[in-house]
């Protein structure tokens, strides 16, 4: 079954850089999330998007914006990076009219040096 | 706010014994409750869900999980575990019906598999 797709899948940037991840969901999926997840940390919801219209927020700081698409695919842009944005971040999707159900994406590694 | 709650932060189990993991949510709708298990370095995968009906859910690879509202618990059991299981368990609630809320994560339990 086909199943969340992230690219890229490793990063590396310096400080004060900015840096594009990508998000394709599960086909006929029309929900998008992201999250961010410190070594050793739990998954930290950061934003998602129904419909490419955001919709609920979490602990996304300002230097970062996400938006989704008309083909459903999200992008998430960071700027400004610093040390601690180092982390994997993960997307994840489901469909809204159906299910609650997050499948999540094998994530992509930021590294900040 | 809401919140999930996994006391323990490390579990060692034999192989083929019995496990459970322990899981306490506070929220004050009705929760949906989920458990996702993460190798390292990799993604998240769904194990099993709670959104309502039969209190006892069974998932993937052998786990089950059994909602208990009085006690604000979802526990996840596995009755023989295998070296294969070893992984971080996460614990994981989001609001029913909430549409596109995102989940909140218990801080996770690293179970470790003794041969």
């Known amino acids: 079954a086909a199943g969340v797709i992230q690219s890229p899948r490793h990063l590396i940037k310096e400080k004060r850089e900015t840096a594009t991840l990508k998000c394709y969901p599960i086909?006929?999926?029309?929900?998008v999330y992201w999250y961010q997840q410190g070594p050793g940390q739990d998954p930290q919801f950061l934003i998602s998007?129904?419909?490419?219209?955001?919709?609920d927020k979490g602990s996304i700081p300002d230097r970062f914006s996400a938006q989704q698409f008309s083909d459903y695919h999200s992008e998430l842009n960071m700027s400004s990076l610093e040390l601690g944005d180092s982390a994997l971040y993960f997307c994840?999707?489901?469909?809204?009219?159906?299910?609650?159900?997050?499948?999540f994406g094998p994530g992509t590694r930021l590294t900040v040096l | 706010a809401q919140s999930v709650t996994q006391p323990d932060i490390h579990i060692t189990v034999s192989e083929g014994a019995s496990l459970e993991l322990r899981c306490n949510y506070s929220?004050?709708?009705?929760?949906?409750l989920f458990w996702y298990v993460q190798s390292p370095g990799q993604g998240l995968q769904l194990l099993l869900k709670?959104?309502?009906?039969?209190?006892l859910v069974q998932g993937i690879k052998g786990f089950e999980a059994e909602f208990k509202r009085s006690q604000s618990s979802f526990n996840l059991r596995k009755p023989s575990v295998h070296w294969s299981d070893a992984a971080e368990y996460f614990c994981?609630?989001?609001?029913?019906?909430?549409?596109?809320?995102?989940?909140?994560f218990g801080k996770g339990t690293h179970l470790i598999i003794q041969p």
């Open positions: 994840a999707s489901s469909e809204a009219e159906t299910t609650d159900t997050q499948y």
């Open positions: 086909p006929r999926h029309d929900t």
């Open positions: 998007f129904y419909e490419k219209m955001q919709s």
């Open positions: 929220y004050g709708a009705t929760p949906y």
């Open positions: 709670y959104f309502s009906g039969d209190t």
């Open positions: 994981a609630v989001t609001e029913a019906g909430g549409g596109a809320d995102g989940l909140t």
